[in-house]
């Protein structure tokens, strides 16, 4: 077993502990007067040197040098004593307590209670004086003293660690808490930027390709007209977009969320942009008069036809895209839409799958249900369609469900 480096705090305090002891033997004072069972000059120095040493282990291995402490100091009642032996007894009981094991700490103060009552009933029960109680009062001093100390002490040192193992574990949990609503917050602008600005620069792909691949004037002017328009509403929203990031303070208002009396004119405009590829769209509003949707809602919904009719315009062949929405007051608003699906000719423009992720996102954020795949298509339509649905629940946050 390798023995521990002892702390310099530990040396310091053999040193002084030994050197006290040497120059009060050397100037003949001793704790007790009178003959002792072991009286002999160099008596009194192996308690000493045997308790100095051992203060090179309090705090590497306090309950071991206690205990070598004990039979040291219980040799030294045989000897006429050194104050500097006690002093140093009462510093390894502290150590035990603080250094300690816990079960330990928990039992030294209780032990050395203990002690001291059997001390003063044994002397008094020796000596039958009143006077014996003195005895009683100076092994409490010895031991109860530094054992109740070092309780006291230990408890503030664990509960100032427990503080600060807290205050760790708030400030972890605080930036997890940052860096989770970044994240969300991230993930929100990129379903935002992509909604608003992916259906305009989709349209741009597809007519500027068709202008550059046929040599035709008006047709090369229609995909111009196109692009002009698609580039004037796309740079227009993202300023919107760039509004809401910036601190405007108050010098703008709050930039008005599309809702789904807008969705005629998103139909309009994607009928333009889908005429030159034969993409024709519809728009089916079942919704009953008396449901108006919440506003997360309505916003998702738009935003899913938005990011639907996108698709269709990027991958659809020819013919016609159906948008129906159906919903009641106190049920779910369902969305649907329903595109050609095929590998047609045509220009096409490259897909990410990032509008189907955003889409998932949203309805997955309000709890309602989403799918989109191909599937066999209607009777006297086209083979295989492409078919979006979206169910939302129509709760709003406010308000209890009935």
Same mark, same amino acid.
């Given at each position: 077993?390798?023995?521990?480096?002892?702390?310099?705090?530990? =040396?310091? $305090?053999? @040193?002084?502990?030994?050197?006290?002891?040497?120059?009060?033997? *050397?100037?003949? !004072?001793?704790?007790?007067?009178?003959?002792?069972?072991?009286?002999?000059?160099?008596? /009194?120095? =192996?308690?000493?040197?045997?308790?100095?040493?051992?203060?090179?282990?309090?705090?590497?291995?306090?309950?071991?040098?206690?205990?070598?402490?004990?039979?040291?100091? &219980?040799?030294?009642?045989?000897?006429?004593?050194?104050?500097?032996?006690?002093?140093?007894?009462?510093?390894?009981?502290?150590?035990?307590? +603080?250094?300690?094991?816990?079960? *330990?700490?928990?039992?030294?103060?209780?032990?050395?209670?203990?002690?001291?009552?059997?001390? &003063?009933?044994?002397?008094?029960?020796?000596?039958?004086?009143?006077?014996?109680?003195?005895?009683?009062?100076? +092994?409490?001093?010895? *031991? /109860?003293?530094?054992?109740?100390?070092?309780?006291?002490?230990?408890?503030?040192?664990?509960?100032?660690?427990?503080?600060?193992?807290?205050?760790?574990?708030?400030?972890? !949990?605080?930036?997890?808490?940052?860096?989770?609503? $970044?994240?969300?917050?991230?993930?929100?602008?990129?379903?935002?930027?992509?909604?608003? /600005?992916?259906?305009?620069?989709?349209?741009?792909? $597809?007519?500027?390709?068709?202008?550059?691949?046929?040599?035709?004037?008006? &047709?090369?002017?229609? #995909?111009?007209?196109?692009?002009?328009?698609?580039?004037?509403?796309?740079?227009?929203?993202?300023?919107?977009?760039?509004?809401?990031?910036?601190?405007?303070?108050?010098?703008?208002?709050?930039? @008005?969320?599309?809702?789904?009396?807008?969705?005629?004119?998103?139909?309009?405009?994607?009928?333009?942009?889908?005429?030159?590829?034969?993409?024709?769209? &519809?728009?089916?509003? #079942? $919704?009953?008069?008396?449901?108006?949707?919440?506003?997360?809602?309505?916003?998702?919904?738009?935003?899913?036809?938005?990011?639907?009719?996108?698709?269709?315009?990027?991958?659809?062949?020819?013919?016609? =895209?159906?948008?129906?929405?159906?919903?009641?007051?106190?049920?779910?608003?369902?969305?649907? /839409?329903?595109?050609?699906?095929?590998?047609?000719?045509?220009?096409?423009?490259?897909?990410?799958?990032?509008?189907?992720?955003?889409?998932?996102?949203?309805?997955?954020?309000?709890?309602?249900?989403?799918?989109?795949?191909?599937?066999?298509?209607?009777?006297?339509?086209?083979?295989?369609?492409?078919?979006?649905?979206?169910?939302?629940?129509?709760?709003?946050?406010?308000?209890?469900?009935?």
């Amino acid at each position: 077993m390798t023995i521990p480096r002892p702390h310099r705090d530990d =040396v310091l $305090i053999a @040193v002084t502990g030994l050197a006290g002891g040497l120059l009060l033997w *050397s100037l003949g !004072l001793h704790t007790t007067e009178g003959v002792r069972p072991l009286s002999g000059p160099w008596t /009194v120095l =192996v308690p000493l040197l045997a308790m100095s040493g051992l203060e090179l282990l309090r705090r590497t291995l306090p309950i071991a040098a206690l205990l070598a402490g004990t039979a040291a100091i &219980t040799a030294d009642q045989f000897t006429p004593g050194s104050i500097a032996t006690v002093l140093m007894f009462t510093d390894l009981v502290y150590a035990a307590v +603080v250094y300690g094991p816990p079960a *330990s700490a928990r039992r030294i103060p209780y032990a050395t209670g203990l002690i001291t009552v059997g001390a &003063t009933l044994c002397s008094l029960a020796w000596f039958q004086e009143p006077s014996a109680l003195l005895l009683g009062l100076v +092994v409490g001093l010895v *031991s /109860v003293g530094p054992a109740a100390t070092g309780a006291l002490v230990r408890d503030h040192r664990e509960a100032a660690e427990a503080a600060r193992l807290r205050a760790g574990q708030t400030a972890l !949990l605080a930036e997890l808490d940052r860096r989770e609503a $970044i994240t969300a917050e991230r993930a929100r602008m990129a379903r935002e930027l992509h909604d608003l /600005v992916a259906n305009h620069l989709s349209a741009i792909a $597809i007519h500027s390709t068709a202008a550059l691949s046929l040599d035709e004037p008006a &047709t090369t002017r229609q #995909a111009l007209t196109v692009i002009r328009e698609n580039s004037v509403e796309g740079l227009a929203e993202m300023r919107r977009l760039i509004g809401l990031l910036r601190d405007s303070g108050d010098t703008a208002g709050p930039a @008005v969320a599309p809702t789904l009396a807008g969705l005629d004119a998103l139909v309009a405009q994607a009928n333009t942009n889908g005429a030159a590829s034969g993409l024709g769209c &519809t728009l089916d509003d #079942a $919704i009953d008069a008396d449901a108006a949707p919440p506003a997360p809602v309505a916003l998702a919904a738009y935003r899913i036809v938005q990011e639907s009719l996108t698709n269709a315009l990027k991958h659809a062949d020819a013919g016609e =895209v159906a948008v129906r929405l159906t919903g009641a007051a106190g049920r779910a608003l369902t969305v649907t /839409v329903t595109s050609p699906y095929g590998g047609g000719p045509g220009p096409r423009a490259p897909g990410s799958g990032a509008g189907l992720v955003g889409m998932r996102e949203r309805i997955a954020l309000l709890g309602g249900e989403f799918e989109a795949g191909p599937g066999p298509g209607p009777a006297g339509g086209p083979a295989r369609i492409w078919r979006v649905r979206a169910v939302l629940p129509m709760v709003d946050d406010k308000e209890p469900a009935a």
